[in-house]
């Protein structure tokens, strides 16, 4: 995903301190079921100025981006050596949804953000987790049509997860497994050869 505030401060703790407490505080808040938080509302809760948060983020959707990009790091990696594709892209997807029904708040405020890219924030960083996938699985990212396939396919599991989140497709996790399942491309569904 791209953001207009790099991570190259990431190296001074101080940075990377005041960014997680930004992003626990708005965690927080929106566990809290309250109202939208405003960027003073979380700057409170984290104990940082403002100018702090904009030096982090551009607004409390992005910052929730981030929070949900934390929480999709933190998930045990699929690199799983002669697994079957279609299966670990599955697990990562119902992995993905588990933590975005834990933070369900985080995602409705964080869907309201539109990346430089021009995709909703979700879309964009899903984007980023199907690129990181199809390298895993060691395909590669220069053919034509990669990255158009990879957006599309980014869409079609934002929209997935957020009719999911919404709570339009039910708990059914087949149904949802099942939906999941037919946005994904080819390569995904298939093993290698």
Known sequence: ???AH?????????F?????AITDALAELLGQMGPYPSVAAVTEAAGVHRATFYNHFQSVEEAAVSLIREDFRALPAPEQ???????????????????LRQRRNVFLVASAWRSPSGLTG???????????????????T??????????YTACG?????????GGSLGDEPEEITSRLYAVLP???????T
Do not use: C, K, Y
């Open 81 to 99: 050596p002669g697994a079957d594709p279609a299966a670990v892209a599955l697990a990562t997807l119902n992995a993905m949804l588990e933590v």
């Open 6 to 14: 790099p991570s190259t401060a990431g190296e001074d703790p101080r």
């Open 186 to 192: 080819a390569w995904m569904r298939q093993p290698a």
């Open 1 to 3: 995903m791209a953001s």
């Open 16 to 20: 990377t301190r005041s960014r997680r």
């Open 122 to 140: 979700i879309s964009d960083l899903l984007v980023d987790q199907v690129h990181d996938f199809r390298r895993l699985s060691g395909r590669t």
């Open 142 to 151: 220069e053919d034509a049509g990669t990255d158009v396939e990879d957006v």
């Open 157 to 165: 599991i934002a929209g997935v997860l957020s009719a999911t989140v």
